[in-house]
């Protein structure tokens, strides 16, 4: 053997792990003997410094290192990729900055197709500053992704729920249950249940009961994200502490199956959409109705609060201005469903003559603001892009589309940026990734809030189908 890039002490040490490895094989002494002689080594004192195993140890140690050398690798060249990317990009627009290449970024190609499921991908979620996407399923599987090598699950909880998962949903921010920091991944189902699981671990954390039908939507409040919000087939709205597990107040305002929820950015509104074919504005802490969208003609599959960032772009549709709701933490909202019609609403003002239990305004409908047929078949769920006005829809006509806010108000409709294919079935959901800001955003500083979600947004749409994939787009 070759010793000459080892040090004498190295060498030393070598020799003495391979008698101490072979002595637990060769049960000859006289064998034993004669390689302690011919290496060198001398027979072990109490003062020796090998420990136990030593050449066991430091083969598995230099497995581990192998392996953890190809995954850094794999990493550097998924970044490599990227950066080639954008420098195709900058190339193509002349230089043009690359943050603003990222806050006007449509996703127009799959990166990857995820292949795991045996049911329909029903629900995804994005880890909200991970490269971490989670997919379930009707087969009752949760998997975890990672986005920068997406040839296979990191992680995958078979059985995590014995019927379909309806919803998957991170939280937004770490908090402390059982005296650990973690940040929490909810899921529900058609089996009654709401799990709580340590997103880095897998392990499961809490089971929520209370629902008396099947679980269909959760949302995390982003103002306290100890605080879930559940809605069920049970026609019933709960609101859950996801440290103790106890449910904190059940809100009953729609006549059937509540199909969605979401929550407004200060936390102190919850939309929710049904089969009764409403959209309902309700107040968080009491769960007083406040606002109620009427006019569909079919089931609403989904709905999501508008950012305030959307208001500039169609409060120019709106005749009166009324400042009540620079406080409010909403404004606008979306619907779409089973009759294929996007709808875009203006929400009523409550009366907030009691600040702290609102109530319903003398007039609490809400202003249908336009409306059309942005799908051939039902529309199943929305995602809005970090920049504020691109929103996403997705349907059973296998596509989906990318609409532009800001030409609402300038031509009397959304403009139709995008449209993506490739799903072989119904599209169930789709999920922009959140952008990952290191700062507070402020409301009067435009310039600053720009300059942080340029840096921190990340240029992945993530859609599930019943075709049994999930595809992240870039």
Known sequence: MDYAVLSDRQRSELNKAVIQYLEGIIKDSAVVSELRSRLGVPAPTDSDTIPNNYLEK??????????????????IGEYKELVDNYSELLEAAGGMDIRRDKLEWIPSRVKAVLKLHKGSVTCVSIHPFEPVVVTGSQDGTIAFWNLLDLTEPERVIRNAH????????????????DSAKMVLLASC???????????????????LTGHDHLVSGLKF???????????????????WDVVSGWCLRTIKGHSDWVRKVDVSSNGEYILSCSNDQSVRLA?????????LCLGSEQVIEASIFLPVETNEYIDPLVDIKDETYDTLGYKYCVSGGRDCMLRIWKLSVPDLS?????????????????EFKAHSSWIRSFSMHPNGYYL????????????DIRTLASNGQLGHVAQLRGHENFVNVIA?????????????????????LEGGIRCYLVSGSADNTARVWI
């Open 432 to 452: 922009f990734a959140a952008p990952v800001v290191s700062e507070t955003s402020t409301i009067n500083d435009k310039a600053k809030n720009r300059k942080l």
């Open 58 to 75: 430091k083969w598995a140690t230099v497995v581990r290192l192998q392996k953890r050398i190809y995954d850094l690798e794999k990493e």
């Open 283 to 291: 107040h968080f802490a009491t769960g007083a109705g406040i606002s």
């Open 392 to 403: 996403a829809s997705c349907g059973d006509d296998k596509l989906i589309k990318i609409w």
């Open 189 to 207: 189902s058609s089996d009654l249940l709401i799990k709580l699981w340590d997103s880095k671990t897998g392990q499961l954390v809490r089971v």
């Open 162 to 177: 014995t019927r379909t998962i309806n919803a998957l949903e991170f939280q937004s921010r770490e908090i402390t249950v």
């Open 354 to 370: 009691n600040p702290e239990r609102p109530s319903p305004s003398a007039n609490p409908k809400a202003v249908l603001l336009h």
């Open 221 to 239: 409040n982003p103002a306290d994200e100890t605080q879930l919000v559940s809605c069920s087939r049970d026609k019933s709205v709960k609101i």
